[in-house]
């Protein structure tokens, strides 16, 4: 039935020093539709591609807001999500209740890397079988996290997880340097277009299955910088998006002038299912 | 003398009388503080254009005794806040290890720059006196705190051992809300008044209210400490006097010194 | 005497026949797998340092910090599973923040470590856990200053009971601690998986002689760094250090970050030797654009 002896419990090392049950845990991530983030120095962008069960069905929500500043995308084990999301939401309220001030980002990763740690390391728990994206604005502007079922969290300029998010991330790195100066839109677009490249052959980004979740950080009172609190769009709210990355339309509408002509390769299919 | 083990070390009834045990009842209601043992009086603080000025000396009095006259009762946060205390010394010290701890976790976190504004350490300090007093075991002490907000501006707030909180242009605690707090306003009615204040005329304010607290109240001290706070930092200096005292107008005062009439 | 197959390797807490506990020993192997750990312990103070393996290009330049400080004067670097790291370092702080809840003073590395060292022993015991994947290397300066007790606000009684036992106090100390809980005090500790090329060169410094100071260490340890990435080479890794000195030296006694500058120094005298003990090797095409911050 196991693969072999090693991979039973969260508390067992092979002798390579490897713990299988962490591993199969990260396999998890990868059965959930892909999620993107990326950063730029004013704000942070949540991409999501979400499945509906069946055709009558509702989509399964991907992106949530975990509180004014910050929220995350998921891959992975729904339910397992929300845990982490109270936690968090509980986190931010309590840290704002005591301290008046929303929670910094690195501080909030921190606590639910812990957490997910402590379930690697005691039998009879199990790793969480969910990644996470974190996305949030503080004092020190605006940042993306990376969470994983090991409980390891890494500081990303963009990211994306979930199933065949390789080829998005690909995309992601040609355009890395492009990012930290984009505008709202630059990156709504670039996150769509990273979206697309991890989608199967015949898949497309539509209204219904299109989440887009912004958060950043918009000049405030005597200069300041002010939170712009995040704000998801679904449905319509994604349409003039969708069709400005549609291939049709292809890169050059607004004149942004990054990541053309790739976007046309999207989706090489090698027949994985994205539905669930 | 009674040999017995359970006497030792206790008076001898033959000498003081039976220990009356009411004294020691174990059925009774649990009682917690019931008040501030060693204390220090009014610290005082007012809002100028850059900043904060706070003021407190240097004064632990034991009852009417001058117990300590070196206890320093301001303490700076973060080299970005700075707390004045007055009541409990003992209850000070506590929240002074307290805050040491939350400076150390928050430096974990962003050791590069303090991230805890005056503003969040007073809202962190109200939750914990309600949170206290709530138990029926409050932290005796009035607190002031001053620094800078969320937006960079002068903040300047006060909490009590009940969790209460309030904030204006100036504030003073213990005898001085009645005695300093009134000199103070008359320079700062409201906040446009604070934003025209420089430093050194905060400064001049703060250590002439100094100076009236010590000629009127009974458990001060004419040396003190004083802090700015801007955003440059804390200057704390803790060993100020008081100069250029005048106690010409005791003379008519009935009661008072050596009179007797 | 091979641990497969046995069963004696499938739990944790258990003797084999001839007296191993094979789950610790694998533990150990996840720490030969990490990145280069260092700490170098000279008479002005401590130096950490790690080779932190880039994974992957989307990671945000010097955002992910792995030298945590776990009291004002202490700090922890670590090889291994860096979950497991993180919480060793929670644990660290909060066994330095009761520490200084019950005795009112900053906690001696020497106890620090017998406590983390105790704490890693426990989990080498249970069934129902695992034994941490890292080795951590603890380095801290004990004051040796006369210091007030925290929360104390005015001089206290002149004469009485109290005071300190003359003689030196304080100093800098160096603990390296394994999965097993096991832990030494060192001169010069090195870790992860370029340990061994680490190891010979902090043999070279002669370390006990006391005759480097930590601007030297410094540049020591970056270069002993760039020596133990040699084992990894085909992957990009930052180099992070952070150092405490005694009191009277430029951090006084506080763990911080080598400043940028310091470090760049110290990475350029690191990537000039590097090249020239290589030159007959062929050019690394990507050297250059390797460390560029």
């Keep these: 039935m196991f693969r072999n002896n090693y991979d039973n419990d969260s508390v067992t090392f092979s002798p390579q020093g490897r713990i299988f049950q962490i591993e199969y845990a990260g396999e998890a991530v990868k059965q959930g539709s892909v999620v993107v983030g990326i950063a730029s120095k004013t704000h942070v962008g949540l991409f999501a591609v979400k499945r509906n069960a069946e055709e009558l069905s509702s989509y399964q929500k ?3 807001e975990i509180d004014e500043h910050t929220a995350i995308a998921i891959a992975g084990l729904t339910s397992d999500a929300r845990v982490l999301s109270n936690f968090m939401k509980q986190q931010c309220l309590g840290h704002r209740l005591t301290y008046g ?62 199933a065949r998010s390789q080829m998005a991330r690909t995309y992601l790195e040609r355009n890395i340097e492009s990012f930290a100066d984009c505008s709202k839109e630059e990156l709504v677009k670039h996150g769509l277009r990273a979206l697309k490249e991890s989608l199967v052959q015949d898949k497309e980004l539509t209204v219904e ?7 950043g950080l918009k000049e405030g009172p005597n200069g300041r910088p002010s939170v712009e609190p995040f704000k998801l769009y679904d449905g319509f709210e994604t349409k003039e998006w969708i069709e400005s990355v549609s291939e049709s339309q292809g890169g050059e509408g607004e004149g942004e002038g990054e990541g053309e002509g790739e976007t046309a390769a999207a989706g090489d299919g090698d027949g994985m299912e994205v539905d669930s | 003398m009674d040999h017995r083990p359970q006497a030792w070390g206790r008076p001898r009834d033959d000498v003081y009388g039976a220990y009356d045990h009411s004294y020691m009842q174990e059925n009774g209601p649990k009682q917690n503080t019931q008040q501030p043992i060693v204390t220090g009086t009014s610290v005082i603080g007012i809002k100028f254009k850059d900043g904060v000025v706070i003021a407190a000396d240097n004064l632990a009095s034991y009852g009417s005794l001058a117990r300590f006259t070196d206890v320093k009762r301001l303490r700076p946060f973060a080299d970005s806040s700075i707390l004045g205390f007055s009541g409990d010394i003992s209850d000070m010290q506590y929240l002074d290890r307290h805050l040491t701890e939350l400076s150390l976790s928050e430096a974990y976190e962003s050791p590069d720059k303090p991230r805890l504004n005056a503003a969040n350490l007073h809202r962190y300090l109200s939750k ?11 932290l005796w002490n009035h607190l002031l705190v001053g620094g800078l907000d969320d937006n960079g501006e002068p903040f300047l707030a006060a909490a009590d051992l009940l969790g209460s909180t309030y904030s204006a242009p100036s504030l003073a605690t213990g005898f001085g809300a009645m005695l300093a707090q009134p000199i103070m306003r008359r320079y700062v009615p409201d906040e446009e008044s604070a934003k025209k204040l420089t430093r050194e005329e905060a400064v001049d304010i703060v250590k002439e209210a100094m100076k009236v607290l010590f000629y009127r109240d009974a458990r ?27 106690w010409a107008f005791a003379d008519r005062i009935k009661g008072y010194g050596t009179q007797t009439v | 005497m091979t641990s497969i197959g ?34 170098i312990r000279c008479k002005d103070g401590i130096v950490l340092a790690v080779e932190k393996i880039v994974a992957s290009k989307l990671q945000k330049p010097n955002a992910n910090k792995r030298i945590a400080s776990v009291d004002s004067h202490v700090g922890a670097v670590y090889s291994g599973m860096i979950p497991d790291g993180r ?5 660290a702080r909060d066994e330095a923040q009761s520490w200084r809840q019950n005795f009112k003073t900053p906690i001696p590395t020497a106890d620090l470590a017998s406590r983390m060292g105790g704490y890693l022993q426990a989990y080498t015991m249970y069934g129902s856990v695992r034994p941490f994947g890292i080795t951590a290397i603890v380095g801290g300066v004990d004051t040796s200053e006369e210091t007030p007790v925290d929360g104390e606000v005015g001089s206290g009684p002149a004469v009485g009971a109290g005071g300190k036992v003359p003689g030196k106090h304080g100093g800098p100390f160096l603990y390296m601690i394994e999965p097993s809980g096991l832990y030494w005090g060192y001169y010069g ?14 043999e070279k410094l002669d370390l006990p002689a006391g005759n480097i100071t930590i601007h030297e260490a410094v540049k020591e340890a970056a270069r002993i760094i760039y020596i133990a990435h040699k084992d990894n080479k085909d992957k990009e890794f930052e180099l992070e250090m952070t150092w405490i000195s005694t009191v009277d030296g430029p951090t006084k006694g506080r763990h911080v970050e080598v400043p940028k500058e310091l470090r760049e120094e110290a990475e350029r005298l690191a990537r000039a030797e590097d090249e020239s003990d290589d030159e007959e090797e062929e050019e690394k095409k990507d050297d250059d654009n390797k460390m560029e911050d």
Aim: proline fraction near 4%.
């Design chain 2, 220 to 246: 001060s001290l004419d040396t003190y400490s004083l802090a700015v706070v801007t955003k440059d930092g804390v200057e704390l200096k803790e060993d100020e006097k008081l100069e250029n005292q005048s």
């Design chain 3, 87 to 91: 919480h060793f370092v929670d644990r």
């Design chain 1, 62 to 64: 991907k992106l949530f």
């Design chain 3, 189 to 202: 500790a090195a870790t992860g998986k370029g340990r061994q090329a680490a190891k010979a060169e902090l």
């Design chain 2, 128 to 138: 914990l006196l309600y949170n206290r007093r709530s138990k029926f075991d409050p």
């Design chain 1, 209 to 215: 299955n299109t989440s887009v979740g912004l958060v």
């Design chain 1, 101 to 162: 001030r929303p929670m910094p980002i690195h501080t909030l990763v921190g606590q639910i890397g812990e957490k997910a740690q402590i379930n690697t390391q005691v039998y009879g728990k199990r790793p969480y079988g969910v990644g996470l994206l974190v996305a949030g604005v503080d004092e020190n502007g605006p940042h993306l996290f990376e969470f994983q079922p090991s409980g390891m969290t890494e500081e990303m300029v963009a990211f994306a997880i979930g």
């Design chain 3, 6 to 39: 046995t069963g004696y390797d499938l739990l944790n807490s258990i003797f084999s026949p001839d007296g191993r506990n094979f789950q610790v020993e694998y533990a150990v192997k996840a720490v030969e797998n990490g990145g280069t750990s260092i700490g």
